[in-house]
């Protein structure tokens, strides 16, 4: 049988190639399975984990992301750190790039891999000190800061799943996935996170006298909403992805930013993303979550496959 005309099948290949050449623009990565071949075992959690499940899609943990930092700057501490301690104005995007990294490395890297990039953001934080406003210290290895920071990136992780993933993702999985993502919380310095739904709630609502809108969370929220996105042709996913973290965000934190989506573009949002995230998913064949299942796949015995963290 003749091979197919090379037209016939070039224009997907290239679209996918296209898709997956933005993303790792947008925050980095190299899709190379030799790196894979390298990785000794299936890391903290494993390929029956929720984690892996929650932070397999790259559309909800991109929008996810954004409303993590949403939520992170209403607090003085986080704020603090990245007013005094990073190129805000400059460099959010870059910013978004070495979370999805951590993500990824901590979520789908071997043991030795995740506990690396974990000793990086510890010794990084032992440097990030100074004052508030107000004159009271901060540190960003301080276990408080450590645990806030925690819960507002990962609650926003599993809503943004629930809603553009799997919305009947089973109660005892969303307990699950917070039990899991604590060891890595733990592992930076947090003290007692909280495992579960109900822990994750009541701590948001015990936290909330605490947080603050003020000028400097303006400038840094003004900051993240100008990035340039990685090339014009990503220009309207980045608005999507940007108006769907507004969305996601709880009511409170919402109306504390000043945020208003009306019922129009708030529907025309939700439906544009389901729609990306579609699109990303054909795109993305070899992505973190594929590599590392592959791995998982290989690794047949004990001796190499490492036992899930029970949390």
């Known amino acids: 049988m003749p091979a197919s005309p090379p037209l016939l099948v070039r224009p997907p290949l290239l679209v996918r190639q296209a898709v997956v050449g933005q993303i790792r623009k947008l925050v980095g990565g190299t899709g190379d399975d030799s790196i894979e071949r390298n990785r000794a075992d299936t890391g903290l959690f494993g390929p029956d984990s929720a984690c892996w499940k929650v932070h397999g899609d790259f559309t909800s943990m991109m929008v996810g992301g954004i409303a993590a930092l949403f939520l992170q700057m209403l607090h003085p501490g986080p704020l603090a750190g990245v007013w005094d301690h990073s190129n805000f104005r400059r460099d959010m995007r870059g910013r978004l790039g070495r979370t999805a990294r951590f993500i990824a490395g901590t979520t789908y890297g ?99 006298p605490h947080l603050r809108y003020d000028q400097r969370t303006r400038a840094v929220a003004a900051a993240l909403l100008s990035q340039p996105p990685p090339s014009p042709a990503a220009a309207p996913a980045m608005t999507l992805a940007f108006d769907a973290a507004k969305d996601l ?39 973190a979550e594929a590599r590392a299942r592959r791995r998982a796949a290989e690794l047949t015995g004990p001796a190499r496959a490492a036992a899930p963290v029970q949390a």
């Open 110 to 208: 071997d043991r030795a891999e995740a506990q690396g990039y974990i000793d990086r953001v510890r010794h990084i934080h032992a440097g990030v000190t100074g004052a508030l406003p107000d004159g009271r210290p901060y540190a960003a290895d301080d276990p408080e800061l450590l645990t806030y920071v925690h819960v507002a990136e990962v609650s926003a992780f599993l809503a943004a799943y629930l809603r553009y993933v799997d919305p009947d993702f089973p109660d005892a999985e969303q307990d699950r996935y917070y039990g899991e993502v604590a060891e890595v919380a733990r592992r930076l310095g947090a003290i007692d996170p909280p495992t579960t739904r109900e822990g994750i709630a009541a701590y948001l609502e015990a936290v909330r």
């Open 249 to 287: 965000l709880p009511d409170w934190a919402a109306r504390m930013h000043g945020f208003r989506l009306s019922p129009v573009r708030r529907a025309t949002t939700r439906a544009g993303v389901r729609t990306l995230g579609a699109g990303m998913r054909w795109a993305l064949t070899n992505s």
